[in-house]
């Protein structure tokens, strides 16, 4: 979905429109999980999160400001609500990994919220479809299940190291799949 | 320098199978490489992307939108709605006096609810708040209440606050005292509300059908959906709520006897509708009552393709002394993951007994190869016509990457590279991507000389499409165009621009839309085509 119809999903929404919030629950959904990712939350809490960001979105959506971008007022709500999460539970320094710190650094200096940003969600869905069969069965078992690529190795009678290799190759083939698509204007 | 070795490194940090010594390395990389740093932004962009997009973004709009339009929320909702309803038919004075009595009722039923809920410390909790009961369970079939959830086998009480799940092939029949009875189709969620009447209840996915046995005018039935609310007297009708553009969700409404009442949740729209009519409420869709059966009366036929030969030639030219059908697309190229083959006896169509097939392929070298069906050829001859009923009967084949449709296209951009020179537009009259199930695509777009312009592209459920026959259909009017399965009507809209363009007729099996071609693909795959007719309008052509 492009960002200007967020926007424009967003202003409907603040009058009222049901089926506008739905629409722009949809709209925002990957950018919202993908964001949450990237600051650290965990598989276990993400759903929780993402529902009490959507929530505060809701709530908030009275202090919208038509002209103003639709996901970086999304990202700062996210951000408050995350914080809160950790604070409640404490569970921050748990799991805060020095590459977790490493991508939050770079969060914050701003390249990663770019290419957040300008990341073309739709098309990944429809490329997703696209890839070969053992190449889908391999994301699924990385993304759906959750698994690491020793779990996946054994699964599929791979090497880790090859399981690993594969899922590059793939993140390869998806990132040009969806610059294509938004060369070719999709978004 | 981005180095294998780095990209297995960081691969191993986004699973989380990394050492502190090996995410130092990548750090490092990070800090003294540009190179890497980038590499590195862009690959926790895509891990954060591809695991936001693995997860059942249905499921948690769902969950939201149940959230903030159940309780305190949907009662709210259910008042509006049904206040809205009332001020919209009648005169202000009613209005108040209605609205009031509506308060009156609200509070006796909360006093009422009140009194069985104190009296449950005394009854068995089925006795003291049972509303209906849930019997003719077919299938897996759930009923939950808050997280406690429960199969049910034969039969079961169900309370205010309680959801009834069926799933995949499962159906039941929810049965209330005065005998009003809600079927409930596969795969669908209803909410009993947990306040106020035991008949307010909210379908969050999927499909009922009803039998409402007259209702107390101040206390209808009332069903609500997160575009819609309906009021309901005492009726029978059909309500799906489904991803009916995707991905967006629509309610629809199907009255086969009795009256119905709809209102958009949130907007402004709210109309009756009739026995024989249905509505549609949703994003992108105008609420209006219309009538569901297509009425032939007056249609003179046109064009009568029954399909006992098949006058086909690779490129024409149709019409007068040629042939009926040239094999491939009349505009600038052919589409999909397999060529449209030149016909030759015996492949890609045949015809025995009236009856066409389309077979699709993959020849010995893993070249797929199909057919596809114009009904004028490049320089524009053969049948065209701008308004009339065009229909076709056929069974397709289903299966991954499958991808038949039955289509129309206004004519005139014929050959032309670089786009029309007068808007056209497109009518996908149906279109079915073999992986979907029973699911047809119904679309409009409009080509401009500037470029492609507005589109509509709507998902429907539909009972069948690879078991037996069955007419789609596309009603072209001067002001109007409308869309049949069955000759029963999906949905219909305002005539897009340049809809008086002459359209012709495009019939193929194409392959791919969105889907490799793979093991799973079905090889051969074939399309029935009975019969392609076109009619005129009644007392326009």
């Known amino acids: ?187 | 320098m981005v180095t294998g070795e780095f990209r297995d490194l960081v691969e191993k940090c986004l699973e989380g199978s990394a050492t502190a010594e090996e995410m130092e390395r990548v750090e490092d990389a990070v800090a003294s490489d540009p190179a890497c740093a980038a590499w590195l932004d862009g690959a926790v962009t895509l891990d954060g992307h591809l695991r936001a997009a693995t997860r059942d973004r249905s499921s948690f709009v769902l969950k939201f939108m149940e959230r903030i339009t159940h309780g305190t929320h949907r009662a709210a909702f259910a008042v509006r709605a049904v206040r809205r309803l009332r001020k919209e038919r009648v005169g202000a004075r009613r209005v108040r006096r209605r609205a009031s009595g509506f308060v009156v009722a609200l509070a006796t039923a909360a006093v009422l609810l009140a009194a069985v809920y104190v009296g449950g410390a005394f009854d068995t909790p089925e006795q003291a708040s049972t509303v209906a009961e849930l019997t003719s369970v077919r299938g897996t079939v759930n009923v939950a209440n808050g997280k406690d959830i429960r199969q049910i086998r034969r039969t079961a009480l169900v309370r205010p606050g309680h959801r009834v799940v069926t799933e995949e092939d499962a159906e039941a029949i929810l049965r209330y005292p005065d005998g009003s009875t809600l079927t409930l189709g596969e795969r669908t969620a209803l909410t009993l509300a947990d306040r106020v009447t035991a008949k307010e209840m909210m379908l969050r996915k999927g499909t009922i059908v009803a039998d409402v046995a007259p209702q107390p005018a101040d206390a209808p039935m009332s069903i609500t959906t997160t575009t819609a609310a309906m009021t309901v007297l005492g009726t029978k009708f059909t309500l799906s709520f489904d991803a009916l553009m995707s991905p967006s969700l629509a309610t629809r409404l199907e009255v086969e006897s009795g009256r119905v009442d709809i209102s958009t949740i949130g907007g402004t729209r709210s109309v009756t509708v009739a026995t024989g009519q249905y509505a549609i409420a949703g994003s992108g869709f105008e609420l209006e009552a219309r009538p569901l059966k297509l009425d032939m009366t007056g249609f003179r036929l046109t064009f009568d393709e029954e399909f006992d030969d098949l006058s086909v030639t690779s490129r024409g030219p149709n019409g007068p002394g040629g042939s009926r059908w040239i094999a491939h697309t009349p505009y600038w190229g052919d589409y999909g993951e397999a060529r449209f083959a030149d016909p030759h006896p015996g492949y890609p169509f045949t015809t025995d007994h009236g009856m066409l097939r389309i077979q699709a392929r993959r020849d010995e070298r893993g070249t797929w190869s199909t057919g596809f069906l114009s009904s004028v050829d490049t320089k524009g001859r053969g049948f065209a016509q701008a308004y009339g009923y065009f229909e076709c009967r056929m069974r397709l084949p289903g299966g991954k990457a499958t991808w038949p449709a039955f289509w129309i296209k206004g004519g005139e951009e014929l050959r032309r590279k670089d786009g029309p020179l007068r808007t056209v537009p497109v009518y996908v009259i149906a279109e079915h991507h073999g992986a979907e199930g029973n699911r047809i695509h119904t679309e409009w777009q409009v080509y401009t000389p500037e470029g492609p312009g507005p589109k509509m592209d709507v998902s429907h459920a539909v009972p069948d499409v690879t078991d037996d026959f069955h007419t789609y259909g596309c009603l072209v009017e001067p002001d109007r165009v409308s869309w049949y399965y069955d000759r029963t009507e999906l949905r219909s809209v305002p005539a897009p621009d340049g809809n008086d363009e002459p359209k012709y007729i495009l019939v193929n099996l194409a392959m791919g839309g969105g889907w490799p071609l793979d093991d799973d693909t079905p090889d051969p795959a074939h399309m029935f085509v009975d019969y392609v007719k076109v009619y005129a309008l009644p007392d326009v052509e």
Not at chain 1, 1 to 7: D, G
């Open chain 1, 1 to 187: 979905m492009a960002h200007a119809e967020l926007e424009e999903l967003a202003v409907k929404a603040t009058g009222g429109d049901l089926a506008a919030v739905e629409e722009l629950v949809v709209g925002f959904h990957d950018h919202l999980f993908a964001f949450l990712y990237l600051l650290g939350v965990r598989d276990a809490d993400v759903d929780d999160v993402a529902q009490e960001v959507t929530v505060e979105i809701y709530r908030s959506l009275a202090r919208y400001e038509p002209d103003q971008p639709f996901l970086p007022w999304m990202r700062a709500v996210a951000r408050n609500v995350t914080s809160k999460h950790w604070r409640s539970k404490r569970r921050r320094r748990e799991h805060m990994t020095r590459f977790r710190e490493l991508v939050e650094e770079r969060l914050e200096a701003g390249p990663v919220a770019e290419a957040t940003e300008g990341f073309a969600v739709g098309a990944l869905r429809t490329c997703m479809e696209r890839l070969q069969q053992r190449q889908k069965r391999v994301l699924d078992l990385r993304y759906r299940d959750g698994m690491d690529s020793s779990r996946i190795a054994e699964t599929l009678g791979m090497t880790s190291s090859g399981v690993r290799t594969v899922l590059a190759r793939v993140r390869d083939a998806l990132k040009s799949c969806v610059e294509s698509a938004r060369g070719a204007g999709a978004t």
